[in-house]
Protein backbone atom coordinates (compact mmCIF):
# COMPACT_ATOMS: atom_id res chain seq x y z
CA UNK A 1 0.00 0.00 0.00
CA UNK A 2 3.24 2.42 1.05
CA UNK A 3 4.34 1.88 -2.69
CA UNK A 4 1.34 2.24 -4.02
CA UNK A 5 1.23 5.70 -2.35
CA UNK A 6 4.57 6.84 -2.82
CA UNK A 7 4.19 5.84 -7.01
CA UNK A 8 0.58 8.18 -6.77
CA UNK A 9 2.84 10.79 -5.27
CA UNK A 10 5.84 10.83 -7.17
CA UNK A 11 3.18 11.18 -10.55
CA UNK A 12 1.65 13.99 -8.86
CA UNK A 13 5.04 15.54 -8.45
CA UNK A 14 5.94 15.13 -12.32
CA UNK A 15 2.85 16.21 -13.40
CA UNK A 16 3.14 19.38 -11.47
CA UNK A 17 6.14 19.95 -12.44
CA UNK A 18 5.88 19.33 -16.17
CA UNK A 19 2.36 21.97 -16.30
CA UNK A 20 2.79 23.97 -13.91
CA UNK A 21 5.90 24.80 -13.09
CA UNK A 22 6.85 24.86 -16.88
CA UNK A 23 6.48 28.53 -17.30
CA UNK A 24 9.13 29.02 -14.42
CA UNK A 25 11.56 26.84 -15.67
CA UNK A 26 11.49 27.82 -19.18
CA UNK A 27 13.91 29.86 -21.42
CA UNK A 28 12.23 31.58 -24.04
CA UNK A 29 9.20 29.42 -23.11
CA UNK A 30 11.29 26.41 -23.81
CA UNK A 31 11.31 24.14 -20.86
CA UNK A 32 13.05 20.24 -20.81
CA UNK A 33 10.59 17.62 -21.02
CA UNK A 34 10.51 15.96 -17.56
CA UNK A 35 7.74 13.13 -18.32
CA UNK A 36 10.10 12.15 -21.28
CA UNK A 37 12.83 12.08 -18.17
CA UNK A 38 10.85 10.10 -15.84
CA UNK A 39 9.73 7.39 -18.28
CA UNK A 40 13.55 7.24 -19.54
CA UNK A 41 15.06 7.38 -15.60
CA UNK A 42 12.21 4.12 -15.42
CA UNK A 43 13.77 2.65 -18.48
CA UNK A 44 16.87 2.47 -17.18
CA UNK A 45 16.19 1.60 -13.20
CA UNK A 46 12.72 -0.01 -13.55
CA UNK A 47 12.05 -1.72 -16.46
CA UNK A 48 9.74 -1.96 -19.77
CA UNK A 49 6.57 -2.58 -17.51
CA UNK A 50 7.02 0.06 -15.26
CA UNK A 51 7.92 2.52 -18.45
CA UNK A 52 5.13 1.57 -20.18
CA UNK A 53 3.03 2.25 -17.37
CA UNK A 54 3.92 5.13 -16.37
CA UNK A 55 4.16 6.37 -20.28
CA UNK A 56 0.46 5.06 -20.71
CA UNK A 57 -0.49 7.43 -17.10
CA UNK A 58 1.80 10.48 -18.31
CA UNK A 59 0.39 10.60 -21.81
CA UNK A 60 -3.40 9.88 -20.92
CA UNK A 61 -2.70 13.00 -18.38
CA UNK A 62 -0.84 15.02 -21.14
CA UNK A 63 -3.90 14.79 -23.34
CA UNK A 64 -5.93 15.78 -21.07
CA UNK A 65 -4.31 18.93 -20.65
CA UNK A 66 -3.94 19.18 -24.73
CA UNK A 67 -6.47 20.47 -26.97
CA UNK A 68 -5.40 17.97 -29.96
CA UNK A 69 -6.11 14.47 -30.59
CA UNK A 70 -6.53 12.42 -27.46
CA UNK A 71 -4.75 9.30 -26.72
CA UNK A 72 -1.91 10.68 -29.06
CA UNK A 73 1.02 10.90 -26.86
CA UNK A 74 -0.79 8.37 -24.23
CA UNK A 75 0.39 5.68 -27.88
CA UNK A 76 3.56 7.44 -28.37
CA UNK A 77 5.17 7.57 -24.59
CA UNK A 78 3.63 3.75 -24.26
CA UNK A 79 5.95 2.89 -27.26
CA UNK A 80 8.88 4.86 -26.13
CA UNK A 81 8.90 3.40 -22.95
CA UNK A 82 8.27 -0.02 -24.89
CA UNK A 83 11.08 0.22 -27.00
CA UNK A 84 13.93 2.62 -25.02
CA UNK A 85 14.62 -0.41 -21.78
CA UNK A 86 16.15 -2.66 -23.72
CA UNK A 87 18.45 -0.13 -26.03
CA UNK A 88 19.65 1.45 -22.74
CA UNK A 89 20.32 -2.10 -20.61
CA UNK A 90 22.60 -2.44 -23.95
CA UNK A 91 24.37 0.54 -23.66
CA UNK A 92 24.88 0.57 -19.71
CA UNK A 93 22.11 3.36 -19.41
CA UNK A 94 24.07 4.83 -15.84
CA UNK A 95 27.09 6.55 -18.38
CA UNK A 96 26.23 9.83 -18.40
CA UNK A 97 27.02 10.22 -22.62
CA UNK A 98 24.13 7.35 -22.87
CA UNK A 99 22.07 8.86 -20.91
CA UNK A 100 22.70 11.85 -23.53
CA UNK A 101 22.66 9.93 -26.49
CA UNK A 102 19.30 7.81 -25.27
CA UNK A 103 17.28 10.93 -24.00
CA UNK A 104 18.48 12.75 -27.78
CA UNK A 105 17.06 9.43 -29.42
CA UNK A 106 13.79 9.07 -27.36
CA UNK A 107 13.03 12.34 -28.04
CA UNK A 108 13.31 12.68 -31.99
CA UNK A 109 11.51 9.51 -31.69
CA UNK A 110 8.91 11.38 -29.83
CA UNK A 111 8.31 13.58 -32.60
CA UNK A 112 8.72 11.80 -35.36
CA UNK A 113 5.53 9.06 -34.20
CA UNK A 114 3.79 12.33 -33.25
CA UNK A 115 4.70 13.67 -37.09
CA UNK A 116 3.15 10.83 -38.56
CA UNK A 117 0.08 10.23 -36.85
CA UNK A 118 -0.83 14.01 -37.56
CA UNK A 119 -0.01 13.91 -40.99
CA UNK A 120 -1.76 10.10 -41.04
CA UNK A 121 -5.09 11.86 -39.86
CA UNK A 122 -4.35 15.31 -42.05
CA UNK A 123 -4.11 17.30 -38.98
CA UNK A 124 -1.06 19.11 -40.15
CA UNK A 125 -0.11 19.95 -44.06
CA UNK A 126 3.96 19.89 -43.10
CA UNK A 127 6.27 17.11 -44.08
CA UNK A 128 7.10 14.62 -41.54
CA UNK A 129 10.83 16.41 -41.79
CA UNK A 130 9.78 19.71 -41.66
CA UNK A 131 7.64 18.86 -38.35
CA UNK A 132 10.93 17.37 -36.31
CA UNK A 133 13.28 19.85 -37.83
CA UNK A 134 12.24 23.15 -36.16
CA UNK A 135 13.80 25.88 -33.86
CA UNK A 136 11.33 24.59 -30.72
CA UNK A 137 12.36 21.26 -31.18
CA UNK A 138 16.38 21.83 -31.38
CA UNK A 139 16.15 24.02 -27.89
CA UNK A 140 13.66 21.26 -25.98
CA UNK A 141 15.89 18.76 -26.66
CA UNK A 142 18.87 20.66 -26.09
CA UNK A 143 17.44 21.58 -22.72
CA UNK A 144 16.09 18.15 -22.21
CA UNK A 145 19.86 16.74 -22.97
CA UNK A 146 21.51 18.63 -20.72
CA UNK A 147 19.25 18.56 -17.64
CA UNK A 148 18.48 14.78 -18.05
CA UNK A 149 21.46 13.45 -16.00
CA UNK A 150 20.64 15.77 -13.32
CA UNK A 151 17.48 14.53 -13.14
CA UNK A 152 18.43 11.24 -13.41
CA UNK A 153 21.01 11.89 -10.30
CA UNK A 154 18.08 13.31 -8.09
CA UNK A 155 15.60 10.50 -9.35
CA UNK A 156 18.16 8.05 -8.05
CA UNK A 157 19.08 9.94 -5.02
CA UNK A 158 15.56 9.74 -3.97
CA UNK A 159 14.51 6.33 -4.76
CA UNK A 160 18.09 5.17 -2.90
CA UNK A 161 16.81 7.40 -0.05
CA UNK A 162 12.70 5.81 -0.44
CA UNK A 163 14.74 2.09 0.06
CA UNK A 164 16.33 3.06 2.53
CA UNK A 165 13.77 3.48 4.58
CA UNK A 166 12.16 0.45 4.43
Known amino acids: ?87 IRKLDGQQVSVQFFVTAISMVVYWFLLAVIYIAFNKTSTTVFESIVNLRNLFTLIETVIFAPFAFLILRVLDMARRVRR
Open 1 to 87: MRKVFLSIIFFLIIIFIQFFLGMYLNIYKVFPNFIMITILYLSIYGGRFEACVAGFLFGMCWDAFATDMFGLRMLVLTIIGFIMPPI
